[in-house]
C-alpha cells in the first residue's frame, strides 16, 4: 500500500486518539485507591508506591521507547506498548498480594503506558507539521490526552459504582487495544535535504549535545516539578476529597474537570508559545500552580471549591507539555525530538514517583496530605524561578544546515 495515505490530518488524528486513551486509562487509576486498599486491606501507601513505581517505570521506558521510534518508526513501539498495557491493568485486577500489585500496576502497566507515551505521539505530530504550526499542533494533541481524562474519569467511577472495581479494570484493560490499529497510522520520520531543520547527526552526539546545553537541565528540573503535582493530584486527589468527608463522585468530576479545563490551558500554551518567549510562559505556569495550591489549602473545603481548584489547575495542567516539547525543538531540531523529551520526561516521572509515594507515606504515618500540598507550592515557586535563565536560541548547527 502506497505510504502516501498517512497524510498529516491521519497522523494528526490518530496520534491525538492514542493520546486520549492511553492517558485517560491511566489518569482513572487514582480512583481505585479507596476501593482496593479497603478490599485488600492494603494501606494507603502500598497502593502509591505501585502507582509511583508505575510513574517511574513510565519515565524510564519512554527515553528507550522514544529511541526506538526514532529509529524504527512508532508503529511497532506504541503497538507493543498496548499489548503491555492491556497485561499490566488486568494483572492489577488480579492482584492478590502487594509484590504482584507493584509487579503488575508499577512495573508492567508503567512500560506500557511508556511505549504508549503521548511523547511519542507528539513527536509524530510534530513532524507531520511545519513550524509555523508546530506549537498550536502539540497543544491540540496535549489536549486530546486531557479529554481522556475527560471523558475517563466519570465513565470509571460510574463503573466502579456499578460493576466493582475489578469488573472496571478488566473493561480498561480492553479499551487499551484499540490503540494497536491507531498505531499503524503512524509514520517513520524520514529527515530530506529539503528540511530545513536535518542535520546528520548520531544519537549519542545528539545526547552529548543536550546534557552539555545548561538550558536541557533547567528545563529537565522544572518538569520534574510538573511531575511531582500532577501525579500527586492524579492519585491522591479523590481520595484527599473523600476523607473531606464529599461523595466519591465528586472526586471523579474534580479529575474530569481538570481534563476538561486542561483543553482550554493546552491550546492557550500552544497559542502562547507560538507568539511569545515559551520559558517565560512556563514560569508563569508553574508561579501560578503554586498560588492556585495555596488557594485550595487556605479555603474552606466544599465541593464548589474543589470544582474551581480542579478548574484552575485544570488551566494549568499539563499546559507545561507543548511549551518543553516546543523549546527542545526549538533548540535542538526535530531529528531526535522524541529521544530528547523522552529524557526531560524521565525528570518528570522522577517528580511523579516521589509526589505520589510521599503521598501515601505521609498519610499513613501522619494522617494528612498537607505536607505534600506545601512542597507542591515551595517546587512551583523554586520552578518559576529556574526557567527564566534557559537559552531558547537554536543551536547553530542548525542555523547553518543546508535549505
Given at each position: 500500500m502506497n505510504s502516501n495515505w498517512r497524510t498529516p490530518g491521519i497522523?494528526?488524528?490518530?496520534?491525538?486518539?492514542?493520546?486520549?486513551?492511553?492517558?485517560?486509562?491511566?489518569?482513572?487509576?487514582?480512583?481505585?485507591?479507596?476501593?482496593?486498599?479497603?478490599?485488600?486491606?492494603?494501606?494507603?501507601?502500598?497502593?502509591?508506591?505501585?502507582?509511583a513505581l508505575q510513574n517511574l517505570l513510565w519515565g524510564i521506558g519512554v527515553p528507550v521507547a522514544s529511541a526506538i521510534s526514532d529509529k524504527f518508526g512508532p508503529s511497532r513501539v506504541i503497538a507493543i506498548g498496548a499489548i503491555m498495557y492491556v497485561l499490566g491493568t488486568l494483572g492489577m485486577a488480579e492482584a492478590n498480594s502487594s509484590f504482584m500489585l507493584h509487579m503488575t500496576a508499577g512495573l508492567l502497566t508503567g512500560l506500557g503506558v511508556a511505549?504508549?507515551?503521548?511523547?511519542?505521539?507528539?513527536?509524530?505530530?510534530?513532524?507531520?507539521?511545519?513550524?509555523?504550526?508546530?506549537?498550536?499542533?502539540?497543544?491540540?494533541?496535549?489536549?486530546a490526552g486531557s479529554m481522556g481524562q475527560v471523558i475517563f474519569s466519570p465513565i470509571t467511577q460510574s463503573l466502579i459504582s456499578s460493576f466493582g472495581w475489578n469488573s472496571t479494570l478488566w473493561i480498561l484493560a480492553f479499551s487499551t487495544l484499540i490503540i494497536i490499529p491507531l498505531a499503524l497510522c503512524l509514520p517513520a520520520y524520514k529527515a530530506t535535504p529539503k528540511d530545513k531543520e536535518f542535520f546528520e547527526q548520531t544519537l549519542s552526539a545528539a545526547l552529548k549535545e543536550a546534557l552539555?546545553?545548561?538550558?536541557?537541565?533547567?528545563l529537565s528540573l522544572g518538569f520534574f516539578v510538573c511531575g511531582f503535582h500532577v501525579a500527586f493530584i492524579s492519585v491522591h486527589f479523590?481520595?484527599?476529597?473523600?476523607?473531606?468527608?464529599?461523595?466519591?463522585?465528586?472526586?471523579?468530576?474534580?479529575?474530569?474537570?481538570?481534563?476538561?479545563?486542561?483543553?482550554?490551558?493546552?491550546?492557550?500554551?500552544?497559542?502562547?508559545?507560538?507568539?511569545?518567549?515559551?520559558?517565560?510562559?512556563?514560569?508563569?505556569?508553574?508561579?501560578?500552580?503554586?498560588?492556585v495550591i495555596a488557594i485550595l489549602l487556605l479555603s474552606p473545603k466544599t465541593a464548589l471549591t474543589i470544582y474551581l481548584f480542579s478548574a484552575a489547575m485544570g488551566i494549568l495542567w499539563l499546559a507545561t507539555v507543548p511549551l518543553t516539547s516546543g523549546i527542545v525543538v526549538q533548540v535542538f531540531g526535530l531529528r531526535y525530538m522524541a529521544t530528547l523529551t523522552g529524557?526531560?520526561?524521565?525528570?518528570?516521572?522522577?517528580?511523579?514517583?516521589?509526589?505520589?509515594?510521599?503521598?501515601g507515606y505521609l498519610y499513613d504515618t501522619i494522617g494528612s496530605y498537607d505536607p505534600v500540598w506545601w512542597a507542591g507550592?515551595?517546587?512551583?515557586?523554586?520552578?518559576?524561578?529556574?526557567?527564566?535563565?534557559?537559552?531558547?536560541?537554536?543551536?547553530?548547527?542548525?542555523v547553518k544546515s543546508p535549505t
Open positions: 497522523i494528526i488524528v490518530a496520534s491525538c486518539f492514542i493520546a486520549l486513551i492511553g492517558f485517560g486509562v491511566r489518569s482513572s487509576f487514582g480512583l481505585f485507591l479507596d476501593p482496593m486498599t479497603i478490599t485488600k486491606g492494603w494501606n494507603r501507601e502500598t497502593f502509591a508506591f505501585a502507582l511505549f504508549t507515551s503521548f511523547s511519542i505521539a507528539l513527536a509524530a505530530i510534530a513532524n507531520a507539521v511545519g513550524p509555523d504550526r508546530r506549537s498550536i499542533a502539540l497543544g491540540l494533541g496535549t489536549a552539555a546545553h545548561r538550558g536541557f537541565l533547567l479523590p481520595a484527599y476529597v473523600n476523607d473531606l468527608g464529599l461523595d466519591p463522585i465528586v472526586g471523579a468530576y474534580a479529575i474530569s474537570i481538570i481534563g476538561l479545563f486542561n483543553i482550554i490551558g493546552s491550546f492557550l500554551a500552544g497559542l502562547a508559545g507560538q507568539r511569545w518567549s515559551k520559558k517565560y510562559s512556563l514560569s508563569f505556569i508553574y508561579f501560578t500552580r503554586a498560588i529524557l526531560v520526561f524521565f525528570s518528570h516521572q522522577i517528580g511523579s514517583f516521589i509526589g505520589v509515594w510521599l503521598g507550592i515551595i517546587l512551583g515557586v523554586l520552578a518559576a524561578v529556574i526557567h527564566i535563565p534557559i537559552d531558547e536560541q537554536p543551536m547553530d548547527r542548525l
